[in-house]
């Protein structure tokens, strides 16, 4: 019986590393592989995260120490973050930093973009965009267009 006492009085000592590091870690680096840039969102998201409770921690730690039940929410507030059935941080993400937050928010300003246009270019990497708007400063927005369309049409083939 007393050994299962000492195993929940530290419990976030025995499961908190690896929720809170190991699984991001290892999911981290399947994402750096993968072609989709959705994961990447979500554990580029935790580890901001992670940091800024890090950061917290390290600033008031003298009353956290008087709060016995940190440890504990911090592991819970993690693992909601973390699992895949939550995906937390990428809730974070799209619920409160992409609204407040936004990096590029003058997309084709000084342009005749219309609004689907700007949400498109948004959505890519600055490397990207520059790209496609110096095409589109060549071509057209017209040609973009005829581009994705003909790349739909081949996915489709396949």
């Given amino acids: 019986m007393g050994v299962i006492i000492v195993i929940a009085k530290r419990f976030d000592a025995l499961i ?69 059935m939550f995906s937390g941080a990428a809730y974070i993400y799209s619920n409160f930093v992409r609204k407040y937050v936004q990096f590029g928010m003058h997309v084709g300003e000084g342009t005749n973009y219309t609004d689907e246009q700007r949400r498109v270019l ?24 005829k581009a994705i369309k003909a790349a739909e049409r081949e996915t489709k083939k396949h």
Avoid: N
């Avoid at 800024?52 to 940190?70: C, D, G, K, Q, Y």
């Fill in 16 to 84: 908190g590393p690896g929720v809170m590091l190991l699984y991001p870690l290892y999911a981290s680096l399947r994402a750096i592989e993968s072609p989709t840039m959705l994961d990447d969102q979500q554990w580029l998201t935790y580890w901001i995260i992670y940091s800024l409770i890090t950061i917290f921690e390290l600033s008031v730690w003298r009353v956290l120490a008087w709060l016995p039940f940190w440890p504990y929410l911090k592991l819970l507030f993690c693992m909601w973050l973390v699992l895949p």
């Fill in 122 to 145: 948004q959505m890519m990497s600055l490397d990207a965009r520059k790209s496609v708007q110096d095409y589109v400063d060549r071509f057209g927005w017209d040609s973009v267009e």
